[in-house]
């Protein structure tokens, strides 16, 4: 794993370096060490311009967000700094930091880095979050509140829930209580049996465990349940605020419009469909159409900031 992390990323920075104009790489100052990153500017001079923060999710990668909305902002006319916080890619490879649930904690130093920037306009400094980005992005601007506007693609309210959304609903309790104790054999038992029968169950409990810093699929269903907007912090967002759902989302069935309803900003819902190709989690089927709905609602909003 550490062999193709260190040649893809050797890849990519090449790669960036032959573009015109260069995508950067950077190094974001956080908490005694940096966030590794990649600024892709939107022209080659230094007049402050709109800018988007692309947060990715549970399993990508700041070179990945580079056809997953970086260059698709870029023909806008926005600059775009994609970054890899704790328990992502580099992140976690190269320094073993691993996922926090206060998310704010870590878009803060990213949004002090690109006002250290002359082709940053303070005041057009928007955040999108992709996968799990859609619970990272909208809980940073809860308590970030110089970001002028936030998308959730998918909207996360209650990712801890999500991971639970095969238990039936009157058994979620016990399970939830059974997370923490000392020992819930039967509940290992479960976990351990669907990661032998279900590929999308050993995925997403191996990489958890290894992103989460934790030793069982117990412990990272354990760590996931602080990652909620629930308790008043979705309340919290002032920033106009697009929630995006996919009619077929594998992960977050439902989970959008919760947090929607929740939200008391200024704020849009954008469904994606079967029928357009876009129905699949974070429209991977159409993130052409996906983007340009997701952008005209970004240029339109920011177009109103004074």
């Given at each position: 794993m550490k062999r193709a992390f260190e040649r893809t990323t050797a890849c990519y920075r090449q790669a960036a370096a032959l573009f015109t104009p260069a995508i950067e790489a950077v190094e974001i100052p956080y908490e005694?060490?940096?966030?590794?990153?990649?600024?892709?500017?939107?022209?080659?001079?230094?007049?402050?311009?709109k800018t988007l923060i692309l947060n990715n999710g549970f399993d990508g990668s700041p070179e990945e967000m580079h056809w997953m909305g970086a260059r698709a902002a870029g023909e806008r006319g926005f600059n775009v700094l994609v970054f890899d916080g704790p328990g992502q890619f580099a992140s976690v490879h190269r320094q073993g930091l691993h996922?926090?649930?206060?998310?704010?904690?870590?878009?803060t130093p990213v949004v002090d880095y690109a006002l250290t920037r002359k082709d940053v306009d303070p005041k057009r400094i928007a955040l999108h979050g992709e996968s799990l980005g859609g619970y990272l992005a909208p809980r940073a601007a809860a308590f970030?509140?110089?970001?002028?506007?936030?998308?959730?693609?998918?909207?996360?309210?209650?990712?801890?829930?999500?991971?639970?959304?095969?238990?039936?609903?009157?058994?979620?309790?016990?399970?939830?209580?059974?997370?923490?104790?000392?020992?819930?054999?039967q509940l290992d038992a479960m976990l351990e049996n669907a990661m032998k029968t279900s590929s999308v169950a050993r995925w997403a409990f191996t990489h958890g465990m290894y992103a989460f810093g934790v030793d069982t699929p117990r412990a990272y269903l354990a760590a996931t349940q602080a990652f909620h907007m629930r308790d008043g912090v979705a309340e919290q967002i002032k920033c106009p605020t697009l929630i995006c759902d996919a009619e077929k989302d594998l992960f977050f069935?439902?989970?959008?419009?919760?947090l929607f309803d929740?939200?008391?900003?200024?704020?849009?819902?954008?469904m994606f469909t079967d029928a357009e190709g876009a129905g699949a989690h974070c429209e991977a089927g159409a993130s052409r159409l996906a983007y340009g709905r997701m952008y005209d609602w970004l240029d339109e909003t920011l177009s109103a900031v004074k």
């Amino acid at each position: 794993m550490k062999r193709a992390f260190e040649r893809t990323t050797a890849c990519y920075r090449q790669a960036a370096a032959l573009f015109t104009p260069a995508i950067e790489a950077v190094e974001i100052p956080y908490e005694g060490t940096t966030l590794p990153g990649y600024f892709h500017p939107a022209g080659p001079s230094d007049a402050p311009r709109k800018t988007l923060i692309l947060n990715n999710g549970f399993d990508g990668s700041p070179e990945e967000m580079h056809w997953m909305g970086a260059r698709a902002a870029g023909e806008r006319g926005f600059n775009v700094l994609v970054f890899d916080g704790p328990g992502q890619f580099a992140s976690v490879h190269r320094q073993g930091l691993h996922f926090r649930g206060d998310w704010e904690k870590v878009v803060t130093p990213v949004v002090d880095y690109a006002l250290t920037r002359k082709d940053v306009d303070p005041k057009r400094i928007a955040l999108h979050g992709e996968s799990l980005g859609g619970y990272l992005a909208p809980r940073a601007a809860a308590f970030e509140h110089r970001l002028a506007a936030c998308i959730a693609d998918d909207g996360v309210y209650d990712y801890g829930i999500a991971q639970l959304s095969s238990i039936p609903a009157d058994k979620r309790e016990a399970v939830v209580a059974a997370l923490s104790a000392p020992s819930a054999p039967q509940l290992d038992a479960m976990l351990e049996n669907a990661m032998k029968t279900s590929s999308v169950a050993r995925w997403a409990f191996t990489h958890g465990m290894y992103a989460f810093g934790v030793d069982t699929p117990r412990a990272y269903l354990a760590a996931t349940q602080a990652f909620h907007m629930r308790d008043g912090v979705a309340e919290q967002i002032k920033c106009p605020t697009l929630i995006c759902d996919a009619e077929k989302d594998l992960f977050f069935q439902g989970q959008a419009q919760q947090l929607f309803d929740h939200l008391t900003c200024p704020k849009t819902f954008m469904m994606f469909t079967d029928a357009e190709g876009a129905g699949a989690h974070c429209e991977a089927g159409a993130s052409r159409l996906a983007y340009g709905r997701m952008y005209d609602w970004l240029d339109e909003t920011l177009s109103a900031v004074k």
